[in-house]
Protein backbone atom coordinates (compact mmCIF):
# COMPACT_ATOMS: atom_id res chain seq x y z
CA UNK A 1 0.00 0.00 0.00
CA UNK A 2 1.52 3.76 -0.75
CA UNK A 3 0.92 5.72 2.21
CA UNK A 4 1.16 9.70 1.29
CA UNK A 5 1.43 10.48 4.73
CA UNK A 6 -1.21 13.21 6.46
CA UNK A 7 -1.16 15.59 3.26
CA UNK A 8 -2.63 13.11 0.74
CA UNK A 9 -5.65 15.14 0.27
CA UNK A 10 -3.22 17.17 -1.90
CA UNK A 11 -4.10 14.32 -4.30
CA UNK A 12 -7.80 15.19 -5.12
CA UNK A 13 -6.60 18.13 -6.80
CA UNK A 14 -3.37 17.45 -8.20
CA UNK A 15 -4.91 13.58 -9.48
CA UNK A 16 -8.00 15.29 -10.61
CA UNK A 17 -5.88 18.22 -12.76
CA UNK A 18 -3.47 15.54 -14.35
CA UNK A 19 -6.34 13.81 -14.96
CA UNK A 20 -8.41 16.45 -16.55
CA UNK A 21 -5.22 17.30 -18.62
CA UNK A 22 -4.33 14.29 -20.01
CA UNK A 23 -7.79 13.63 -20.99
CA UNK A 24 -9.17 17.23 -21.94
CA UNK A 25 -8.59 16.82 -25.88
CA UNK A 26 -10.87 13.10 -25.63
CA UNK A 27 -13.55 15.41 -24.54
CA UNK A 28 -13.86 16.88 -27.42
CA UNK A 29 -13.79 13.51 -29.95
CA UNK A 30 -14.93 10.93 -27.16
CA UNK A 31 -17.10 12.21 -24.44
CA UNK A 32 -18.97 9.05 -23.37
CA UNK A 33 -15.48 7.38 -23.47
CA UNK A 34 -13.86 9.82 -20.81
CA UNK A 35 -16.94 9.96 -18.68
CA UNK A 36 -16.26 5.54 -18.47
CA UNK A 37 -12.29 6.41 -17.55
CA UNK A 38 -13.51 8.26 -14.87
CA UNK A 39 -15.54 4.80 -13.61
CA UNK A 40 -11.95 3.45 -13.25
CA UNK A 41 -11.07 4.63 -9.54
CA UNK A 42 -15.10 3.30 -8.58
CA UNK A 43 -14.64 0.17 -10.11
CA UNK A 44 -10.89 -0.06 -8.18
CA UNK A 45 -11.75 1.06 -4.77
CA UNK A 46 -14.87 -1.55 -4.77
CA UNK A 47 -12.78 -4.49 -5.61
CA UNK A 48 -10.78 -3.20 -2.33
CA UNK A 49 -7.24 -4.31 -3.62
CA UNK A 50 -5.60 -3.15 -0.25
CA UNK A 51 -6.84 -6.31 1.21
CA UNK A 52 -5.50 -9.21 -0.68
CA UNK A 53 -1.68 -10.44 -0.98
CA UNK A 54 -2.09 -11.48 -4.33
CA UNK A 55 0.77 -10.09 -6.94
CA UNK A 56 -1.99 -7.88 -8.72
CA UNK A 57 -3.37 -6.27 -6.20
CA UNK A 58 -0.58 -3.94 -4.53
CA UNK A 59 -0.15 -2.59 -8.31
CA UNK A 60 -4.23 -1.94 -8.35
CA UNK A 61 -3.85 -0.27 -4.98
CA UNK A 62 -1.37 2.19 -6.45
CA UNK A 63 -3.62 2.78 -9.27
CA UNK A 64 -6.69 3.27 -7.06
CA UNK A 65 -4.87 5.32 -4.63
CA UNK A 66 -3.99 7.54 -6.98
CA UNK A 67 -7.17 7.58 -9.35
CA UNK A 68 -10.00 7.43 -6.46
CA UNK A 69 -9.48 11.07 -5.46
CA UNK A 70 -10.43 12.43 -8.99
CA UNK A 71 -13.85 10.75 -9.18
CA UNK A 72 -14.99 13.48 -6.09
CA UNK A 73 -13.49 16.84 -7.30
CA UNK A 74 -15.34 19.57 -9.62
CA UNK A 75 -12.56 19.54 -11.84
CA UNK A 76 -13.30 16.15 -13.28
CA UNK A 77 -17.16 16.33 -12.62
CA UNK A 78 -16.66 19.39 -15.29
CA UNK A 79 -14.84 17.20 -17.63
CA UNK A 80 -17.00 14.12 -17.44
CA UNK A 81 -19.97 15.84 -18.33
CA UNK A 82 -18.39 17.88 -21.09
CA UNK A 83 -17.19 21.11 -20.93
CA UNK A 84 -19.19 23.55 -22.83
CA UNK A 85 -17.70 23.38 -26.38
CA UNK A 86 -16.42 27.47 -26.22
CA UNK A 87 -14.30 26.36 -23.50
CA UNK A 88 -12.09 23.82 -25.20
CA UNK A 89 -9.87 24.37 -27.73
CA UNK A 90 -11.56 23.98 -30.80
CA UNK A 91 -11.24 22.71 -34.48
CA UNK A 92 -11.85 24.72 -37.83
CA UNK A 93 -12.53 22.30 -41.29
CA UNK A 94 -11.42 23.89 -44.14
CA UNK A 95 -12.39 22.34 -47.37
CA UNK A 96 -12.99 22.98 -51.21
CA UNK A 97 -13.20 21.30 -54.65
CA UNK A 98 -9.81 20.01 -56.40
CA UNK A 99 -8.02 22.87 -57.16
CA UNK A 100 -10.58 25.55 -55.62
CA UNK A 101 -7.78 27.31 -53.79
CA UNK A 102 -7.38 25.50 -50.31
CA UNK A 103 -3.74 26.21 -50.53
CA UNK A 104 -4.11 29.85 -51.07
CA UNK A 105 -6.61 30.58 -48.63
CA UNK A 106 -3.83 28.15 -46.01
CA UNK A 107 -0.97 30.08 -46.89
CA UNK A 108 -2.59 33.80 -45.85
CA UNK A 109 -3.91 31.79 -42.26
CA UNK A 110 -0.23 30.29 -41.99
CA UNK A 111 1.30 34.04 -42.82
CA UNK A 112 -1.73 35.06 -39.58
CA UNK A 113 0.52 32.33 -37.41
CA UNK A 114 -2.78 29.66 -37.51
CA UNK A 115 -2.13 26.25 -36.67
CA UNK A 116 -3.00 24.48 -39.94
CA UNK A 117 -2.90 20.35 -40.42
CA UNK A 118 -2.77 19.63 -44.25
CA UNK A 119 -4.33 16.41 -45.16
CA UNK A 120 -2.86 16.17 -48.27
CA UNK A 121 0.79 16.49 -47.04
CA UNK A 122 -0.18 14.41 -44.42
CA UNK A 123 -1.51 11.83 -47.31
CA UNK A 124 1.79 12.30 -49.46
CA UNK A 125 3.73 11.12 -46.28
CA UNK A 126 1.98 7.69 -45.24
CA UNK A 127 2.75 6.55 -48.47
CA UNK A 128 5.81 6.69 -48.42
CA UNK A 129 7.56 3.50 -49.10
CA UNK A 130 8.29 2.51 -44.51
CA UNK A 131 4.75 2.67 -43.85
CA UNK A 132 2.08 0.52 -44.05
CA UNK A 133 -0.44 2.41 -46.14
CA UNK A 134 2.17 2.39 -49.15
CA UNK A 135 2.45 -1.97 -48.80
CA UNK A 136 -1.05 -2.14 -49.03
CA UNK A 137 -0.79 0.26 -51.97
CA UNK A 138 1.11 -2.05 -53.39
CA UNK A 139 -0.27 -5.03 -52.85
CA UNK A 140 -3.86 -3.66 -54.22
CA UNK A 141 -2.62 -1.64 -57.05
CA UNK A 142 0.39 -3.61 -58.29
CA UNK A 143 4.35 -2.42 -58.74
CA UNK A 144 3.62 -0.63 -61.63
CA UNK A 145 1.90 2.45 -60.01
CA UNK A 146 6.02 2.77 -58.66
CA UNK A 147 8.68 5.01 -59.76
CA UNK A 148 12.18 3.59 -60.28
CA UNK A 149 12.85 4.76 -57.09
CA UNK A 150 10.24 2.21 -55.63
CA UNK A 151 8.21 5.61 -54.51
CA UNK A 152 4.46 5.84 -55.25
CA UNK A 153 4.08 7.20 -59.05
CA UNK A 154 1.29 10.05 -57.48
CA UNK A 155 0.26 10.69 -61.32
CA UNK A 156 -0.21 7.20 -62.64
CA UNK A 157 -2.02 6.44 -59.07
CA UNK A 158 -4.44 9.39 -60.11
CA UNK A 159 -4.91 8.46 -63.34
CA UNK A 160 -5.93 5.13 -62.04
CA UNK A 161 -8.32 6.23 -59.03
CA UNK A 162 -9.95 9.26 -60.78
CA UNK A 163 -11.32 7.56 -63.42
CA UNK A 164 -12.32 4.70 -61.83
CA UNK A 165 -14.69 4.79 -58.70
CA UNK A 166 -14.19 1.53 -57.11
CA UNK A 167 -10.21 2.05 -57.24
CA UNK A 168 -10.89 5.61 -55.46
CA UNK A 169 -13.18 3.78 -53.15
CA UNK A 170 -10.03 1.37 -52.29
CA UNK A 171 -7.63 3.99 -52.14
CA UNK A 172 -9.48 6.15 -49.62
CA UNK A 173 -10.24 3.21 -47.31
CA UNK A 174 -6.27 2.37 -47.27
CA UNK A 175 -5.62 6.14 -46.42
CA UNK A 176 -7.57 8.01 -44.60
CA UNK A 177 -7.41 6.02 -41.32
CA UNK A 178 -3.72 6.19 -41.46
CA UNK A 179 -4.44 10.07 -42.45
CA UNK A 180 -6.66 10.18 -39.55
CA UNK A 181 -4.16 8.97 -37.25
CA UNK A 182 -1.63 11.44 -38.48
CA UNK A 183 -4.21 14.36 -37.77
CA UNK A 184 -5.13 13.43 -34.54
CA UNK A 185 -1.40 13.34 -33.07
CA UNK A 186 -0.92 16.81 -34.47
CA UNK A 187 -4.16 18.03 -33.39
CA UNK A 188 -2.68 16.66 -29.60
CA UNK A 189 0.56 18.32 -30.62
CA UNK A 190 -1.22 21.82 -31.08
CA UNK A 191 -3.27 21.67 -27.74
CA UNK A 192 -0.24 20.77 -26.27
CA UNK A 193 1.90 23.66 -27.18
CA UNK A 194 -1.41 26.01 -26.39
CA UNK A 195 -3.32 26.59 -29.43
CA UNK A 196 -6.73 27.77 -29.29
CA UNK A 197 -8.17 26.19 -32.41
CA UNK A 198 -6.51 24.38 -35.14
CA UNK A 199 -7.55 24.74 -38.96
CA UNK A 200 -7.44 21.44 -40.90
CA UNK A 201 -7.23 21.44 -44.38
CA UNK A 202 -9.23 18.04 -45.49
CA UNK A 203 -10.30 18.36 -49.49
CA UNK A 204 -12.64 15.17 -48.72
CA UNK A 205 -14.29 16.73 -45.18
CA UNK A 206 -17.36 16.77 -46.54
CA UNK A 207 -17.43 13.82 -48.59
CA UNK A 208 -16.39 11.50 -46.31
CA UNK A 209 -18.73 13.13 -43.67
CA UNK A 210 -17.10 11.67 -40.58
CA UNK A 211 -15.19 14.52 -39.10
CA UNK A 212 -17.74 17.59 -39.50
CA UNK A 213 -19.57 16.91 -36.55
CA UNK A 214 -15.82 17.39 -34.26
CA UNK A 215 -15.45 21.01 -36.09
CA UNK A 216 -16.89 23.98 -34.51
CA UNK A 217 -17.13 26.03 -37.96
CA UNK A 218 -16.53 24.57 -41.57
CA UNK A 219 -15.12 26.83 -44.25
CA UNK A 220 -15.85 25.69 -47.92
CA UNK A 221 -12.89 27.56 -50.37
CA UNK A 222 -15.64 28.11 -53.57
CA UNK A 223 -14.72 28.67 -57.09
CA UNK A 224 -16.74 29.56 -59.89
CA UNK A 225 -16.77 25.76 -61.74
CA UNK A 226 -15.60 27.16 -64.69
CA UNK A 227 -12.93 29.13 -63.02
CA UNK A 228 -12.33 25.68 -61.21
CA UNK A 229 -11.70 23.84 -64.15
CA UNK A 230 -9.75 26.46 -66.04
CA UNK A 231 -7.10 26.30 -62.91
CA UNK A 232 -7.42 22.79 -62.68
CA UNK A 233 -6.16 22.19 -66.38
CA UNK A 234 -3.69 24.75 -65.72
CA UNK A 235 -1.96 23.75 -62.71
CA UNK A 236 -1.83 20.34 -63.39
CA UNK A 237 -2.06 20.33 -67.36
CA UNK A 238 -4.33 17.98 -68.10
CA UNK A 239 -6.55 17.93 -70.84
CA UNK A 240 -10.93 19.06 -70.29
CA UNK A 241 -11.78 15.46 -69.72
CA UNK A 242 -9.17 14.53 -67.37
CA UNK A 243 -9.67 17.61 -65.67
CA UNK A 244 -13.83 16.98 -65.51
CA UNK A 245 -12.96 13.37 -63.89
CA UNK A 246 -11.41 14.74 -61.28
CA UNK A 247 -14.14 17.35 -60.44
CA UNK A 248 -16.43 14.71 -61.05
CA UNK A 249 -14.99 12.49 -58.17
CA UNK A 250 -16.18 15.15 -55.41
CA UNK A 251 -19.24 16.45 -54.29
CA UNK A 252 -20.02 19.55 -56.67
CA UNK A 253 -18.68 22.94 -54.70
CA UNK A 254 -22.67 24.59 -54.92
CA UNK A 255 -23.94 21.02 -52.77
CA UNK A 256 -20.68 21.63 -50.41
CA UNK A 257 -21.44 25.71 -50.10
CA UNK A 258 -24.71 24.68 -48.90
CA UNK A 259 -23.04 22.49 -45.59
CA UNK A 260 -20.07 24.56 -44.54
CA UNK A 261 -20.83 27.44 -41.83
CA UNK A 262 -18.50 30.01 -43.56
CA UNK A 263 -17.45 30.80 -47.36
CA UNK A 264 -14.22 32.02 -49.38
CA UNK A 265 -15.24 32.69 -52.70
CA UNK A 266 -12.20 32.85 -54.68
CA UNK A 267 -13.30 33.12 -58.17
CA UNK A 268 -11.87 36.83 -58.34
CA UNK A 269 -8.14 37.79 -57.68
CA UNK A 270 -5.65 36.78 -54.85
CA UNK A 271 -6.32 40.52 -52.93
CA UNK A 272 -10.21 39.55 -53.15
CA UNK A 273 -9.44 35.98 -51.54
CA UNK A 274 -6.58 37.61 -49.29
CA UNK A 275 -9.53 40.25 -47.52
CA UNK A 276 -12.28 37.52 -47.00
CA UNK A 277 -9.81 35.21 -45.17
CA UNK A 278 -8.84 38.74 -42.74
CA UNK A 279 -12.30 38.81 -42.08
CA UNK A 280 -12.64 34.88 -41.37
CA UNK A 281 -9.55 35.05 -38.99
CA UNK A 282 -10.73 38.02 -36.85
CA UNK A 283 -14.25 36.34 -36.39
CA UNK A 284 -12.00 33.07 -34.78
CA UNK A 285 -9.90 35.56 -32.91
CA UNK A 286 -12.45 37.33 -31.14
CA UNK A 287 -13.02 35.37 -28.31
CA UNK A 288 -12.41 35.11 -24.76
CA UNK A 289 -12.84 31.27 -24.67
CA UNK A 290 -9.02 30.65 -24.20
CA UNK A 291 -8.96 31.69 -21.03
CA UNK A 292 -11.20 28.64 -19.37
CA UNK A 293 -8.10 26.81 -21.42
CA UNK A 294 -5.00 28.61 -19.74
CA UNK A 295 -7.11 28.38 -16.53
CA UNK A 296 -7.07 24.54 -16.85
CA UNK A 297 -3.63 24.89 -18.23
CA UNK A 298 -2.14 26.76 -14.96
CA UNK A 299 -4.08 24.63 -12.24
CA UNK A 300 -2.40 21.32 -14.06
CA UNK A 301 0.79 23.13 -13.62
CA UNK A 302 0.38 24.19 -10.17
CA UNK A 303 -1.42 20.68 -9.37
CA UNK A 304 1.31 19.10 -10.57
CA UNK A 305 4.47 20.90 -9.07
CA UNK A 306 2.49 20.20 -5.72
CA UNK A 307 2.81 16.50 -6.23
CA UNK A 308 6.06 16.38 -7.48
CA UNK A 309 7.21 18.53 -4.13
CA UNK A 310 5.18 16.27 -1.94
CA UNK A 311 6.36 13.07 -3.29
CA UNK A 312 10.03 14.13 -2.95
CA UNK A 313 9.57 15.39 0.23
CA UNK A 314 7.92 12.15 1.61
CA UNK A 315 10.48 9.67 -0.51
CA UNK A 316 13.81 11.92 0.57
CA UNK A 317 12.54 12.11 4.37
C1 LIG B 1 -4.54 10.15 -55.94
C2 LIG B 1 -3.25 10.76 -55.49
C3 LIG B 1 -2.12 9.74 -55.54
C4 LIG B 1 -2.93 11.93 -56.46
O1 LIG B 1 -1.78 12.60 -56.00
P1 LIG B 1 -1.46 14.09 -56.52
O2 LIG B 1 -0.11 14.44 -55.97
O3 LIG B 1 -1.63 14.14 -58.00
O4 LIG B 1 -2.58 15.04 -55.92
P2 LIG B 1 -2.73 15.58 -54.41
O5 LIG B 1 -2.46 14.50 -53.42
O6 LIG B 1 -1.96 16.83 -54.28
O7 LIG B 1 -4.31 15.88 -54.33
C5 LIG B 1 -4.84 16.98 -55.04
C6 LIG B 1 -6.32 17.04 -54.84
O8 LIG B 1 -6.94 15.90 -55.44
C7 LIG B 1 -8.14 15.64 -54.74
N1 LIG B 1 -8.13 14.23 -54.28
C8 LIG B 1 -7.09 13.51 -53.79
N2 LIG B 1 -7.47 12.27 -53.48
C9 LIG B 1 -8.77 12.20 -53.78
C10 LIG B 1 -9.74 11.16 -53.66
N3 LIG B 1 -9.41 9.98 -53.16
N4 LIG B 1 -11.01 11.44 -54.05
C11 LIG B 1 -11.35 12.65 -54.55
N5 LIG B 1 -10.47 13.67 -54.68
C12 LIG B 1 -9.21 13.44 -54.29
C13 LIG B 1 -8.18 16.59 -53.56
O9 LIG B 1 -8.94 17.70 -53.86
C14 LIG B 1 -6.74 17.00 -53.38
O10 LIG B 1 -6.63 18.26 -52.78
C15 LIG B 1 -3.36 11.32 -54.04
O11 LIG B 1 -4.22 12.41 -54.03
C16 LIG B 1 -3.86 10.29 -53.03
O12 LIG B 1 -3.09 9.49 -52.57
N6 LIG B 1 -5.17 10.35 -52.68
C17 LIG B 1 -5.76 9.46 -51.71
C18 LIG B 1 -5.70 10.07 -50.34
C19 LIG B 1 -6.69 11.18 -50.21
O13 LIG B 1 -7.91 10.95 -50.13
N7 LIG B 1 -6.20 12.43 -50.16
C20 LIG B 1 -7.03 13.58 -49.99
C21 LIG B 1 -6.88 14.12 -48.61
S1 LIG B 1 -7.95 13.38 -47.46
N1 LIG C 1 -7.56 33.90 -56.77
C1 LIG C 1 -6.78 33.27 -57.64
N2 LIG C 1 -6.49 33.84 -58.82
C2 LIG C 1 -5.75 33.20 -59.74
N3 LIG C 1 -5.23 31.96 -59.58
C3 LIG C 1 -5.48 31.34 -58.42
C4 LIG C 1 -6.26 31.95 -57.40
N4 LIG C 1 -6.35 31.08 -56.37
C5 LIG C 1 -5.67 29.99 -56.72
N5 LIG C 1 -5.15 30.13 -57.94
C6 LIG C 1 -4.36 29.11 -58.67
O1 LIG C 1 -5.23 28.02 -58.87
C7 LIG C 1 -4.56 26.80 -58.65
C8 LIG C 1 -5.26 26.01 -57.53
O2 LIG C 1 -5.11 26.73 -56.31
P1 LIG C 1 -4.70 25.97 -54.98
O3 LIG C 1 -3.50 25.13 -55.21
O4 LIG C 1 -4.65 26.98 -53.89
O5 LIG C 1 -6.00 25.05 -54.84
P2 LIG C 1 -6.23 23.79 -53.88
O6 LIG C 1 -7.67 23.80 -53.57
O7 LIG C 1 -5.28 23.80 -52.75
O8 LIG C 1 -5.91 22.62 -54.89
P3 LIG C 1 -5.74 21.03 -54.58
O9 LIG C 1 -6.54 20.70 -53.42
O10 LIG C 1 -6.25 20.42 -55.80
O11 LIG C 1 -4.28 20.84 -54.39
C9 LIG C 1 -3.11 27.13 -58.33
O12 LIG C 1 -2.36 27.02 -59.51
C10 LIG C 1 -3.19 28.59 -57.87
O13 LIG C 1 -2.00 29.27 -58.16
Not at 10 to 27: D, E, K, N, R
Not at 104 to 113: D, H, I, P, S
Request: glycine share 6%; net charge positive; charged share 20%.
Amino acid sequence: MVYFGENWFWLFPVTSAGMGWTLYPCVQFKPKLVKYLYLIPWILYLYRPCDSTSVFKPCLAVVSRLTLPSAFTPAVILTASRLPAESTMFLVGLSGGIASGKSTVVAVLRELGCAVIDADVIAREVVQPHFKAYRQIVHYFGTEILLENGEINREALGNIIFSHPEKRQLLNSITHPEIQKEMLKQIWKYFVLGYRYVILDIPLLFETNRLTKFMKYTVLVYCDPPTQLSRLMKRNRLSQAEAEARIASQLPLDEKRKLASHVIDNSGDRESTRQQVLKLHARLEDSLDFLWARLVAGTVVAGLGGLVYLLLRRFIS
